[in-house]
């Protein structure tokens, strides 16, 4: 056989997408702004809508740059020609510590510990006494500061040293991200599992898991994913340039990463709602009841099936992975019922009876998502799209399925 | 009498190049010999899709179902035992060990699958170790055997593979 004559790497920094660029960011001002104005009307309702959008498109940036130091970690070669879709919306991160500012100042609205302006039960008001300690407005803030610094440093290096080796070739960048990889898978997997229990856990203060981090950060790190897979076959079948340095062998195994991934959030969703089940305890079983039951029992099981049993019988199939139409299909899906699974997780807090759709919802999904994309956008068109200076880009030029 | 006509290669590519040549020129029986992966060789000798995922699956499956029901009989039919007054059949409770057995079926039947089946275990011997230069298959040289019953076709399969660009060719001849 003789040796596949290698894609040109050496593209010039996109330089389409400039019209998506302003669209996306038009739309989020747009829709920032519309939700401020049902903020106006219901804070309420307005401001957990926000905190859904914000929570997603802030999963999806924090999963890109767990799965760039993931494979930084693993010493992968495999990647590294798509390294540069994570390692841009891994650095979008300081956007997000921005567009917390308004969840910040209608804190009172979303989270009951914030001001229990409702005359509470004597236990309820006991409890949340024993929590004042950890749950106040002083420290939360002070806790949300210190993970968008850690968050913003690792999103920001890791693409900053990538980019400086795009110049000099040097592999000492490569040695370094490598050696501060572990340590911040550490590091995120902790602030992750802190920031969800501040953000999510807390929507319903009495109530407590510790393995619900985990489930939100896997679950984010799936949606990541399945960007990922999304952005590769978008591109591949996009017939541009940087599609001929993706080969189907690299999407296959965004594919398998997707489906691995995929079983590892019904792990563990399934290991938190089997031990309250089999626990069977009064202050465990709360946040479950609300959330299987009347309008809620059918999400949930919407989420069983469309986030996994479903995916994960697709995703079983090698020809599917290897299709960019069937796995782009699959991964957009996975973005949706992402989004279900974060309604479910916020919404229940509040509304027992009705599923409390709100106009909102699609404003502030539209508003956070479009300056996300935007920024991400951005920050795509000022450097090379391929890693040229990495050290292993031609191993993941030529690497095929073993 | 099966006869094994052996060509060996010392550069991978163009161990890969030669096979997908007499391929085309419709040679059978051809096989591929190695000490390491050869990327590209299956797609050379046209091998049809491994069956290991099929057989894992199966195993899979079948796992998971014994697995459950085992429970189920045992917790529900046989042994009833009332803890806390949860209900003997728990579907949630019995998710883990059904996870397990599927997992633990899947592997042990792509384990005995393969030796037992693809690999043919029990035999131990296959006729091409009576070469002795044939060993270097284990070391740093590459090898490809067409398969023929046909002694007179053996002069042809020869003059093939030198002209595929094997450096040695010779023949084995099943002795038993």
Redesign the interface.
């Given at each position: 056989?003789?040796?596949r004559a290698l894609p040109d790497t050496n593209l010039p920094p996109y330089s389409g997408g400039r019209k998506e660029m302003i669209g996306a960011a038009v739309a989020g001002a747009a829709g920032l702004l519309l939700t401020l104005i049902g903020a106006a009307f219901s804070p309420q309702r307005a401001l957990l809508a926000y905190l859904i959008a914000w929570v997603y498109w802030l999963g999806l940036a924090i999963g890109a740059i767990t799965l760039v130091m993931g494979h930084h970690a693993a010493g992968a070669r495999w990647n590294v020609s798509i390294r540069r879709f994570s390692e841009t919306i891994g650095a979008t991160i300081p956007l997000f510590a921005v567009l917390f500012i308004p969840l910040l100042l209608g804190a009172r609205h979303v989270w009951f510990w914030v001001s229990p302006h409702e005359p509470v039960a004597k236990e309820m008001h006991e409890l949340l006494q024993h929590k004042r300690p950890y749950l106040n407005l002083g420290f939360f803030t002070l806790r949300a500061v210190f993970y968008f610094a850690l968050w913003t440093a690792f999103g920001w290096l890791l693409r900053a040293w990538s980019l400086r080796q795009d110049d000099t070739a040097d592999p000492a960048f490569t040695v370094r991200a490598r050696w501060w990889s572990p340590p911040g898978l550490l590091l995120f997997a902790i602030t992750f599992t802190f920031g969800a229990f501040d953000w999510l856990m807390s929507l319903q203060p009495t109530w407590y898991s510790t393995i619900f981090g985990l489930y939100i950060y896997i679950g984010s790190f799936v949606s990541s994913v399945a960007l990922l897979c999304l952005v590769i076959t978008g591109v591949r079948s996009s017939g541009s340039p940087l599609g001929t340095v993706i080969s189907v062998d690299q999407q296959h195994n965004a594919g398998k990463l997707l489906f691995a991934f995929t079983v590892f959030w019904a792990y563990m969703a399934?290991s938190q709602?089997?031990l309250i089940?089999?626990g069977?305890l009064p202050e465990e079983l709360q946040w479950i009841v609300v959330r299987s039951r009347g309008v809620w029992r059918p999400v949930g099981i919407l989420i069983l099936v469309g986030h996994f049993v479903v995916p994960f019988f697709l995703l079983?199939s090698?020809d599917l992975k290897r299709s960019p139409p069937a796995l782009g299909g699959i991964a957009a899906w996975m973005l949706v019922i992402h989004y279900i699974d974060l309604y479910w997780v916020v919404m229940p807090a509040v509304e027992g009876s009705s599923l409390g759709l709100h106009w909102t919802h699609l404003t502030a999904f539209v508003g956070v998502g479009g300056l996300a994309v935007a920024a991400a956008l951005f920050l795509f068109r000022a450097a090379r799209p391929v890693p040229v200076g990495d050290p292993f880009l031609q191993d993941s030029l030529r690497y095929?399925q073993? | 009498m099966r006869r094994f006509v052996l060509g060996q290669f010392t550069e991978a590519a163009a161990c890969v190049e030669a096979v997908r040549k007499l391929r085309e020129q419709g040679v059978p029986g051809l096989d591929a010999h190695s000490p390491r992966p050869m990327h590209g060789i299956d797609d050379a000798l046209a091998l049809p899709r491994s069956k290991v995922p099929i057989v894992a699956l199966t195993g899979g499956v079948l796992g998971a179902l014994g697995g459950y029901s085992l429970q189920w009989y045992l917790n529900s039919k046989a042994y009833p035992i009332n803890v806390g007054s949860r209900p003997p059949h728990g579907f949630w409770t019995n998710i883990p060990i059904t996870f397990e057995s599927g997992v633990l079926i899947a592997v042990l039947s792509i384990f005995f699958g393969s030796i037992f089946v693809f690999f043919g275990l029990p035999r131990t011997y296959h006729p091409l170790f009576e070469s002795e230069r044939f060993r270097t298959a284990c070391l740093d040289a590459y090898w490809i055997s067409a398969e023929t019953g046909d002694e007179n076709a053996v002069p042809e399969l020869e003059k093939k593979f030198r002209e595929a660009g094997a450096h040695k060719v010779h023949t084995v001849v099943e002795r038993i």
């Open positions: 056989m003789k040796p399934f709602y089997m089940w089999a069977n079983l090698r095929v073993p | -």
